[in-house]
């Protein structure tokens, strides 16, 4: 059972509030600045993104900095919320901008978390275990899924189809594997 004292569960309250509020906050100043020509060209396009990038890093490093992880993404998360919905033409033309960066960044964030994944760790009983209860709990999920088909008209193979495709696929879990292991290693509790 994990172990923690109640500092620790406020500074969670806290990181929440901050982040929350931090976010809100600089997206309404930058919300509030006058408004870009429109249609906003592709120099105003790309200073805005680098703009929105770099206090975004701010954010996440900052909070970092000062111990407070959890509210450094969540401020930039609603920071760039707040900021898209000044302009839906130019959140478009970002959303190109950071789509792009995304796939040039994600095989270095899936490999960064793979590499952390220390696997002499988890090899041992306790671990083929937990790999059984998933394997069990994706047969039943498969089986289920393929019956919730049944009065959809499609025939079987379309069923098994369905089935396996609302299997899933980890990519959200993979992504922020990462912040329970490093909250684990940073706190160090009891598991």
């Known amino acids: 059972m994990a172990t923690g004292n109640i500092t620790s569960y406020l500074m969670l309250g806290v990181e929440l509030v901050v982040g929350v509020l931090a976010g809100l906050l600089l997206g309404a100043i930058l919300y509030l600045f006058p408004p870009l020509k429109k249609p906003p060209d592709e120099i105003s396009q790309k200073r805005i993104f680098i703009v929105i990038l770099f206090l975004s890093i701010f954010f996440v490093l900052g909070a970092a900095r000062l111990d407070a992880r959890g509210a450094g993404p969540l ?9 898209g919905r000044k302009n839906a033409e130019l959140s478009a033309s970002l959303e190109v901008w950071f789509k792009q960066l995304w796939l040039l960044l994600m095989p270095f964030l899936f490999g960064l978390i793979g590499y952390e994944v220390d696997v002499t760790v988890v090899l041992n009983l ?25 009065g959809s008209g499609l025939d079987w193979k379309e069923r098994l189809f369905v089935a396996i495709a609302w299997s899933p696929k980890a990519t959200v879990q993979a992504a922020i594997g990462s912040v329970p292991l490093e909250t684990v290693q940073y706190v160090e509790l009891d598991c």
């Open 75 to 83: 401020s930039a998360l609603l920071f760039a919320v707040v900021i």
């Open 126 to 150: 306790r671990a083929l275990l937990c790999v059984c209860i998933i394997f069990v709990g994706l047969i039943f999920r498969v089986i289920a899924s393929y019956f919730s088909c049944l």
